[in-house]
């Protein structure tokens, strides 16, 4: 991974989602000025959070934007689940795996990477050359004073994946051991690319603002005391009412998972956040704010402060036309 030399500051940006348009608007707000097809910052960096790609109008402009400036040493960019889903899509399954691809072709996924693949139809060597710069995305980064990491800050199983993986990449290898639940490979891109989650009693579901139907929800990491279900939710679509009065188990609060306040600044994204970005915690802000959705396309300007600052937040609220 690249070193701080010759930068001021970092400037954290949120998931894209293919908001090409409203990315340089953000870019341009902060202060970058394109120079030879590349966006710059004179002494600043700019570090993404990953899901770069699908859902927005503009999937391969962005990857182009984003790829050129971590080429150039501008930028540097983590790998998102959609990302890693992307990858999964593409490659085939190991044998006896009983499956075709790595992630299955089914109707909810390719609604997911469908834009993607409209977008780059006539540019199939492109979308391949993407794929393969997929691999070399980090699942995260430790920049001493503050780590980035796309949904959740597992200590455990990142330690474990740097031994692995020092330079903190995945291969095929371990795309190819995803498919097996429960295994290390699952449980690493499903804690630090998705999140912690938990079942919804009494085998409910829910159907998601995204029309997905699901048996599970979104977690806090964070939360010291919790004492309902509710307590614990993070994610846009809120629990029923009964349900979130729920109390939890003892059991229950003691498998989940804490990052303390002691602990070095963490920025994610993927959790469609709305309102006016501000911090989470004083050590913890996460920057998706729904830009594909019209929301906003949210950046942390980081210049060496331990805790979080609440001026330090830039945006730009999405157009109907981006």
Not at 45 to 66: C, K, N, S, T, Y
Not at 78 to 83: A, Q
Not at 110 to 128: G, I, K, M, Y
Not at 199 to 209: C, D, E, I, Q
Request: overall charge negative; charged content about 25%; glycine content about 8%.
């Amino acid at each position: 991974m690249q070193g701080q030399e010759g930068h001021t500051g970092y400037d954290v940006i949120g998931d894209i989602h293919g908001c090409a348009h409203t990315l340089t608007l953000l870019l341009d707000r902060l202060g970058y000025r394109q120079q030879n097809g590349v966006w710059r910052h004179p002494s600043r960096q700019a570090l993404f959070l990953g899901d770069i790609i699908d859902r927005g109008p503009r999937i391969r402009e962005a990857l182009h934007l984003v790829r050129d400036m971590v080429e150039a040493g501008t930028a540097r960019c983590i790998m998102g689940n959609h990302e890693f889903n992307a990858l999964g899509w593409s490659t085939p399954a190991p044998a006896g795996s009983g499956r075709a691809f790595v992630r299955e072709h089914t109707e909810r996924n390719l609604r997911q990477v469908n834009d993607t693949l409209d977008q780059f139809a006539a540019w199939p060597d492109e979308w391949s050359s993407f794929l393969d710069w997929f691999y070399t995305l980090p699942l995260f980064l430790d920049m001493g004073d503050f780590r980035m990491v796309h949904a959740c800050w597992d200590h455990g199983l990142i330690d474990a994946f740097l031994a692995q993986y020092p330079d903190g990449c995945l291969d095929i290898d371990f795309l190819h051991a995803s498919v097996e639940p429960g295994s290390f490979a699952e449980q690493v891109q499903d804690r630090l690319l998705r999140g912690t989650g938990m079942r919804l009693p009494h085998g409910l579901s829910m159907t998601s603002k995204d029309g997905l139907r699901r048996s599970f929800f979104r977690t806090k990491f964070w939360e010291e005391d919790p004492q309902t279900y509710g307590d614990i939710q993070f994610q846009p679509d809120p629990l029923p009412d009964h349900i979130a009065a729920r109390p939890l188990t003892d059991r229950q609060k003691a498998e989940l998972l804490i990052y303390g306040l002691d602990e070095p600044i963490l920025f994610v994204g993927h959790y469609w956040q709305q309102g006016k970005p501000s911090p989470i915690r004083p050590n913890l802000a996460c920057l998706d704010y729904s830009a594909v959705k019209f929301g906003k396309m949210v950046a942390y300007r980081w210049s060496g402060e331990h805790r979080l600052d609440r001026n330090n937040f830039v945006w730009v609220e999405v157009p109907r036309l981006d």
